[in-house]
């Protein structure tokens, strides 16, 4: 009788640990979890551990607010938070670079600095520099207002690989058949500057004058600048910011030009800083031309001074 009832017992408990068991091997652990449709609850359980399900549960993190990031490479559900912040203030990256700036921002602990930067730097732009530095002065920093007329840049500020905007063609003066981009801002007056030197100097004397350079990208001047040390370093150009732009003649002396007293006397009045270029023999009669708008060009007209000194830097 005694035998008959133990095993009894230990039937009951083997039934009971089966059910437990199948019981347990069906369990939905997002039974708890308010998902929003049946794509959404497979996902979660391709992509999320038990851990990162319980988190979910946990703090009640909804769908919505990480599902479109779960399957892109890199994802952390931790990092929820972090890339709706991300998302929010680099509205314009797709859900794959969100993933993969934000993360490359939290393991330099950047995201702040990112930030500060986004309303004047593309986010690729961002992550270069946080990353590398400035490749040709590591004590060099990034400035907060490359698209500003006033910015500044020397050997110890960069841009770093930025690109401006808007960017037109200059279509209105030779360019010796090259294909010369400025920023829009400085289109304008140096057209209206073209167009009077044209009427007090007259037509033989402009067609004489081009541009040898305007905006020059990153990538040419580091070509540039590995083969001749006399130019800026890439970064380090008002060429690379489209504000400024280089001025020859096709014969004769520069310097000794109608065409570069007039400018001289003139430039001012359009914005523009006038200033010579150093270098090989080569850049020694061409002469650089940097807008910086009439107030600041008046004032370093009237009292002889350099872009620097006019921007206080």
Same mark, same amino acid.
């Given at each position: 009788?005694?035998?008959?009832?133990?095993?009894?017992?230990l039937?009951?408990? $083997?039934?009971?640990?089966?059910?437990?068991?199948?019981?347990?091997?069906?369990?939905?652990?997002l039974?708890?979890?308010?998902?929003?449709s049946?794509?959404?609850?497979?996902?979660? *359980?391709?992509?999320?551990?038990t851990?990162?399900?319980?988190?979910?549960?946990?703090?009640?993190?909804?769908?919505?607010e990480?599902?479109?990031?779960?399957?892109?490479?890199?994802?952390?559900?931790?990092?929820?938070? *972090?890339?709706?912040?991300?998302?929010?203030?680099?509205?314009?990256l797709?859900?794959?670079?969100?993933?993969?700036?934000?993360?490359?921002?939290?393991?330099?602990?950047?995201?702040?600095?990112?930030?500060?930067?986004?309303?004047?730097?593309?986010?690729?732009?961002?992550?270069?520099?946080?990353?590398?530095?400035?490749?040709?002065?590591?004590?060099?920093?990034?400035?907060d207002?490359?698209?500003?007329?006033?910015?500044?840049?020397?050997?110890?500020?960069?841009?770093?690989?930025?690109?401006?905007?808007?960017?037109?063609?200059?279509?209105?003066?030779?360019?010796?058949?090259?294909?010369?981009?400025?920023?829009?801002?400085?289109?304008?007056?140096?057209?209206?500057?073209?167009?009077?030197?044209?009427?007090?100097?007259?037509?033989?004397?402009?067609?004489?004058?081009?541009?040898?350079?305007?905006?020059i990208?990153?990538?040419?001047?580091?070509?540039?600048?590995?083969?001749?040390k006399?130019?800026?370093?890439?970064?380090?150009?008002?060429?690379?910011?489209?504000?400024?732009?280089?001025?020859?003649?096709?014969?004769?002396?520069y310097?000794?030009?109608?065409?570069?007293a007039?400018? *001289?006397?003139?430039?001012?009045?359009?914005g523009?800083?006038?200033?010579k270029?150093?270098?090989?023999?080569?850049?020694?009669?061409?002469?650089? $031309?940097?807008?910086?708008?009439?107030d600041?060009?008046?004032?370093?007209?009237?009292?002889?001074?350099?872009?620097?000194?006019?921007?206080?830097?």
């Amino acid at each position: 009788m005694k035998l008959k009832r133990i095993m009894l017992v230990l039937s009951i408990i $083997l039934i009971f640990m089966g059910c437990f068991m199948r019981m347990n091997k069906n369990f939905d652990s997002l039974s708890r979890y308010p998902y929003e449709s049946e794509k959404d609850r497979q996902l979660i *359980k391709k992509y999320l551990n038990t851990n990162e399900i319980e988190y979910i549960i946990e703090y009640s993190i909804a769908p919505v607010e990480f599902i479109r990031y779960i399957d892109k490479p890199g994802f952390n559900i931790y990092h929820t938070d *972090k890339y709706k912040y991300i998302s929010d203030v680099f509205w314009y990256l797709d859900d794959t670079n969100v993933v993969s700036f934000t993360e490359d921002l939290i393991r330099l602990d950047k995201i702040d600095e990112a930030v500060n930067l986004s309303l004047e730097y593309y986010y690729n732009e961002i992550i270069f520099f946080l990353k590398n530095g400035d490749v040709y002065n590591k004590s060099a920093v990034l400035i907060d207002n490359p698209n500003s007329i006033y910015a500044y840049l020397d050997e110890n500020h960069t841009v770093s690989i930025r690109n401006p905007y808007p960017l037109v063609r200059v279509d209105f003066i030779d360019t010796n058949d090259a294909d010369i981009y400025i920023r829009d801002v400085v289109y304008e007056p140096l057209k209206k500057m073209y167009e009077t030197m044209i009427s007090d100097l007259s037509k033989r004397y402009t067609d004489n004058l081009y541009i040898s350079n305007g905006y020059i990208s990153y990538d040419m001047l580091v070509e540039l600048y590995d083969n001749d040390k006399s130019w800026d370093m890439p970064g380090h150009s008002d060429h690379q910011l489209g504000l400024a732009f280089d001025l020859a003649l096709k014969s004769g002396d520069y310097e000794t030009s109608k065409q570069f007293a007039w400018i *001289k006397e003139n430039a001012y009045k359009y914005g523009f800083i006038v200033n010579k270029n150093e270098g090989d023999m080569e850049k020694d009669s061409i002469f650089h $031309l940097r807008y910086v708008g009439y107030d600041l060009a008046l004032r370093a007209y009237e009292n002889n001074l350099t872009l620097k000194e006019v921007l206080n830097k």
